[in-house]
């Protein structure tokens, strides 16, 4: 079996990505912080701790793959109690995105919650993504195309009126109980499947118009192309081409990216 795999920092200060290389589990992580910017320990940001802590719980690889999610979810909690973390405030709170997988010799058990992916190739080309949901960030990037600045009133609440819906509208690890009702995990069969594709987003080819839901079909067609890291360096190229973030809207020039492509 072949793996290859990306963790590279973006335009923030930290990496809060995190990737997990095991013995039959993988997976990356996508933290996000609080948006009170504390940081804790020093100067690590609250997604940062909280992907690293769910990374830790699953690299234990002996539970289940649902079962490992919510001790992750449990240990995310007890680090923000640790760290005196205001519960009651959601905005405040740490939260990650995963998407792991355990590959057996003939079946993978997969799980997925918020801004993770998950993408079966198969030996014909043809591709099937995990778990397809809507973007919701979708509204918030829209007024970015809408010319709204990072730094407008109008557009920092909408960013925190999504980020209080966590768990109500979307799913992350983020230490409440209801984080559990929105990670998806399955079993497949591994048969004919060349490339198991897991990142976070971003990975995603940036777009002049945010999209409802994702499409990956240029996506695909340039992974094909390109391989791993030549894709992320033509994400990277793109971005770079748009420094003022006009032409892409995005929350930042360049996202954090976690991603591993495993060959069985």
């Known amino acids: 079996m072949e793996i290859e795999h990306i963790l590279e920092k973006g335009s923030g200060r930290l990496n809060e990505d995190a990737v997990i290389i095991e013995d ?3 997976g990356v992580f996508d933290g996000a912080s609080s948006l009170d910017n504390k940081v804790f320990d020093g100067c690590k940001t609250g997604g940062m701790m909280a992907s690293a802590t769910a990374g830790q719980i699953f690299s234990k690889n002996h539970f289940p793959l649902m079962q490992l999610g919510r001790q992750a979810n449990t240990a995310i909690l007890s680090k923000m109690m640790t760290h005196q973390v205001n519960l009651s405030q959601r905005h405040t709170l740490w939260s990650t995105s995963a998407a792991v997988v355990r590959v057996g010799s003939n ?3 997969w799980l997925q919650t918020g801004d993770a992916f998950i993408i079966l190739i198969y030996t014909d080309d043809s591709y099937k993504v995990l778990v397809d949901k809507e973007d919701h960030d ?3 990037l829209l007024m970015l195309k809408k010319n709204y600045s990072h730094k407008d009133p109008a557009f920092k609440q909408q960013v925190k009126k999504i980020r209080s819906n966590m768990n109500k509208t979307y799913g992350v690890l983020n230490g409440e109980p209801g984080a559990l009702d929105f990670v998806n995990s399955g079993f497949l069969p591994l048969e004919d499947v060349k490339t198991i594709l897991l990142f ?3 990975l995603q080819l940036p777009s002049t118009i945010p999209e409802k839901k994702k499409n990956f079909k240029q996506f695909m067609t340039l992974y094909q192309k390109l391989g791993l890291t030549g894709l992320k ?7 770079s081409q748009d420094p003022d973030i006009r032409l892409y809207p ?3 020039c360049h996202d954090d990216i976690a991603a591993i492509a495993i060959h069985p």
Request: charge should be negative; aromatic fraction near 14%.
């Open 200 to 202: 976070t987003d971003g």
């Open 250 to 252: 995005r929350f930042k």
């Open 233 to 239: 360096n033509h994400v990277r190229q793109l971005e």
């Open 107 to 109: 079946t993978l058990e």
């Open 138 to 140: 979708y509204e918030t």
């Open 24 to 26: 039959s589990i993988y």
